[in-house]
């Protein structure tokens, strides 16, 4: 099973970027898949969430109303949309899988991790 990532970049304040996830392996059907990611010097936190059936999502406060997440079944993928980044954005992203009914991801649950991608939004 893999998840890859991809779409991180260089961005101004302000700005905007969109990252994907494709799952490849297995199908997810009852995998809540979502984001984490990591500043340098920092822990590995808990970014954004999505249900199998894309009907729920959940986002860390941090970038509620700024960051909005969806899938597309059919392609195994799903898209972390962020707008109006700021500087304290600016992390590695990584994407992450677990088999779970619940919308809060945990670091130490998850089941599957994609490789990072960097996103980097500067001021």
């Known amino acids: 099973v893999q998840l890859q990532a991809s779409g991180g970049g260089l961005v101004q304040a302000g700005g905007s970027l969109r990252l994907s996830c494709v799952a490849s392996?297995?199908?997810?059907?009852?995998?809540?898949t979502g984001w984490f990611r990591q500043a340098p010097g920092k822990e590995r936190e808990f970014v954004a969430a999505?249900?199998?059936?894309?009907?729920?999502?959940y986002y860390a406060d941090s970038v509620k109303g700024r960051f909005a997440m969806s899938r597309d079944n059919a392609k195994n993928t799903v898209y972390l949309q962020m707008n109006s980044l700021k500087p304290e954005d600016t992390a590695v992203y990584y994407c992450?899988?677990?088999?779970?009914?619940?919308?809060?991801?945990?670091?130490?649950?998850?089941?599957?991790w994609g490789k990072g991608t960097l996103v980097t939004v500067s001021s």
């Open positions: 992450a899988a677990q088999r779970t009914p619940l919308l809060q991801l945990h670091t130490h649950a998850v089941d599957y």
């Open positions: 392996g297995r199908t997810f059907s009852d995998y809540t």
């Open positions: 999505i249900s199998w059936s894309g009907a729920g999502t």
